[in-house]
């Protein structure tokens, strides 16, 4: 089921997240590598957010 994938790589691209704050906070990661990765880390978290959100919406519409 797509929409259980799709709750599934939010789970993991949220847990990247973390561990690329986990890694610049002790210094295992450089300021810039931090903040490129972690630019596209958070637009993958908005593409997936807004992915799940249009697929909640028409879950509703089909339920209704």
Known sequence: DFYAKLCIALKEASETEYWLEILY????????????????????????YAEKDLKEKIKRLVIE
Do not use: G, P, Q, V
């Open 25 to 48: 906070e002790t210094d295992y990661i450089s300021k810039d590598h931090f903040e490129n990765i972690n630019a596209d880390c958070t637009e993958l978290l908005k593409l997936l």
